[in-house]
């Protein structure tokens, strides 16, 4: 099996900045995708950033411009750094990593435990 584990959230100010970090470890062959969704009260699980395993990244319209979602291979491990924060981009945020278990095509989908990242005066 995969885990992840997030750090990073908390309490920031608007116009803030934040990075939130995710490490995978466990039964993990290969990472295919890594992304970012949250979930607001009363509204559904979004998501925010993903990139794919050739390094290509893309964005929900909201945060585009101000968010960026990187990797590190050896370390298997994901960021989100988000600049610029508003009110609305409070929430609750997960890590997903989708990939491979093992080298014949066992898949896995892996998501963190959830960080609280609140943008508040």
């Known amino acids: 099996q995969v885990q992840l584990v997030e750090s990073g959230g908390g309490l920031v100010q608007p116009g803030g900045s934040q990075r939130l970090s995710c490490t995978a470890s466990?039964?993990?062959?290969?990472?295919?995708?890594m992304g970012w969704y949250r979930q607001a009260p009363g509204k559904q699980r979004e998501l925010v950033a993903r990139?794919?395993?050739?390094?290509?990244?893309s964005y929900v319209d909201s945060v585009k411009g101000r968010f960026t979602i990187s990797r590190d291979n050896a370390k298997s491990t994901v960021y989100l750094q988000m600049n610029s924060l508003k009110p609305e981009d409070t929430a609750v945020y997960y890590c997903?990593?989708?990939?491979?278990?093992?080298?014949?095509?066992?898949?896995?989908?892996?998501w963190g435990q959830g960080t609280q990242v609140t943008v508040s005066s």
């Open positions: 997903n990593v989708v990939g491979r278990s093992t080298w014949w095509g066992d898949n896995y989908d892996a």
């Open positions: 466990g039964r993990i062959f290969s990472i295919d995708a």
């Open positions: 990139i794919t395993s050739d390094g290509s990244t």
